[in-house]
């Protein structure tokens, strides 16, 4: 059975880091992609930043370059998201996003809340 785990919300005031992690497991086919969405109540999910793990190509939306890195450990299928200088625009609910095998399937996880308020 396909899991995404995510970690690492939570509260934060502006101007603080935060770290989310998401281990993918379950999944047999080949991963391509791994990233980062983000998604307002009432609004669109968006892209924040994926990683291709052949070569490790990266990009970012443009609300996050420069405050935010994406990473990921191959070998433990994990992406992470380090989060600086985080803005009370950033709250919104932070989805793992996978895509794999040769259909370029795609895998989601259920979210996790990061919150940026003094």
């Known amino acids: 059975q396909v899991q995404l785990v995510e970690s690492g919300g939570g509260l934060v005031q502006p101007g603080g880091s935060l770290r989310l992690a998401c281990e993918a497991s379950g999944i047999i086919r080949e991963i391509y992609v791994m990233g980062w969405y983000r998604q307002d109540p009432g609004a669109q999910r968006v892209k924040v930043a994926d990683i291709a793990l052949d070569d490790g190509n990266t990009n970012y939306a443009e609300s996050v370059k420069g405050r935010f890195t994406i990473s990921a450990d191959n070998a433990k299928n994990t992406v992470y998201l380090q989060m600086d200088s985080l803005k009370p625009e950033d709250t919104a609910v932070y989805y793992c996003?996978?895509?794999?095998?040769?259909?370029?399937?795609?895998?989601w996880g259920k979210g996790t809340q990061v919150t940026v308020s003094s």
């Open positions: 996003n996978v895509v794999a095998g040769r259909d370029l399937q795609v895998y």
